[in-house]
């Protein structure tokens, strides 16, 4: 059975830090693409970042380009999402993916988490 666990959320202030982390189960990332997609409240789902399983080239949402670093575990079973310098913009449920292409549309991607909670506020 296929799984996506995602971890690592919570509250922080602006200027803070936090890293998601997605466990899977079923498969692995030697095989796919890795994903982190995030919903704000009343706005569309929007693709944040992804990895390529080949060799590791990276896509980001411009948004959080130079803020956010994707990478995977050593063991290809996790990947992370680092997020520096969080702003109140970047609020909403972060969701991992896992799919084919190297793109932020969602139309790739075919097994997702239940998300996990980013709040940035003061």
């Known amino acids: 059975e296929v799984q996506l666990v995602e971890s690592g959320g919570g509250l922080v202030q602006p200027g803070g830090s936090l890293r998601l982390s997605c466990t899977v189960s079923?498969?692995?990332?030697?095989?796919?693409?890795g994903g982190w997609f995030r919903q704000a409240p009343g706005k569309e789902r929007e693709g944040v970042s992804c990895?390529?399983?080949?060799?590791?080239?990276?896509v980001y949402a411009d948004s959080v380009k130079g803020r956010f670093t994707i990478f995977f575990n050593d063991a290809r079973n996790t990947v992370y999402l680092q997020m520096n310098n969080l702003k109140p913009e970047d609020t909403g449920v972060y969701y991992c993916?896992?799919?084919?292409?190297?793109?932020?549309?969602?139309?790739?991607?075919?097994?997702w988490g239940q998300g996990t909670q980013v709040t940035v506020s003061s």
């Open positions: 079923g498969f692995t990332f030697d095989d796919y693409t």
């Open positions: 993916t896992a799919g084919r292409g190297l793109n932020l549309d969602g139309r790739d991607f075919f097994w």
């Open positions: 990895i390529s399983n080949r060799d590791g080239s990276t």
